[in-house]
């Protein structure tokens, strides 16, 4: 039983491809709706709310790109006609959730000589809409410092790595399993 299982397993073809796909799609998706979002923080007036439409746009950017497992599970059926176990989906998931974390890295560091600025100018916008905010001024102060601070450490390529991966590539694990569990074909049962 279980030496025919492994055999299974190495017969199935390589999800390398729809890995691939997945990940490049959606990496170009997260990082087009994440320009978006930080564009419409720059331009927007400031409020003095924490919690605004642009920053509701950057949960939309993480939901947007946790259902890249489902579409890298949905290929890999569709293309190989292959039993999709849970585990296979899983891995098929996270794997897409690095691959879009490295996808998302390279355009920012490819945005940042177009636009060398926008950094500064959302780490701007921010800071003018917490002094719109009605804190003491101590307060105020502190959860500015924070937030620039954190700001700043999101353009580091090491820690866009570990949280990206930790991010998308959660999400897309759990993806994946929903999409091997919709898309997977099942194995004939041999037993009568």
């Known amino acids: 039983m279980q030496e025919s299982q492994q055999t299974l397993e190495n017969e199935q073809p390589s999800y390398w491809t729809s890995v691939g796909v997945a990940g490049l799609i ?23 709310s924490p919690f605004s439409a642009t920053s509701l746009l950057g949960i939309v950017v993480c939901l947007v790109a946790a259902f890249g497992g489902m579409l ?46 926008m950094v500064q100018q959302w780490i701007d916008a921010t800071v003018a809409n917490f002094e719109a905010m009605d804190l003491p001024e101590e307060q105020k102060q502190q959860i500015i410092d924070s937030t620039v601070e954190s700001m700043r450490d999101q353009y580091n390529i090491f820690r866009q790595l570990w949280v990206g991966i930790l991010m998308y590539g959660i999400l897309n694990l759990l993806t994946g399993m929903i999409g091997a569990k919709i898309f997977g074909k099942k194995e004939a049962d041999n037993t009568i």
């Open 26 to 48: 959606f990496g170009i998706i997260t990082f087009a709706l994440s320009l978006i979002s930080i564009y419409a923080a720059i331009n927007a007036e400031p409020t003095g």
């Open 72 to 117: 890298a599970t949905w290929h890999y059926a569709n293309e190989y006609n292959a039993p999709l176990t849970l585990g296979r989906g899983a891995l098929i998931g996270l794997l897409t959730g690095v691959c879009i974390t490295i996808v998302t890295i390279i355009l920012s560091q490819i945005w940042q000589f177009i636009d060398p600025d």
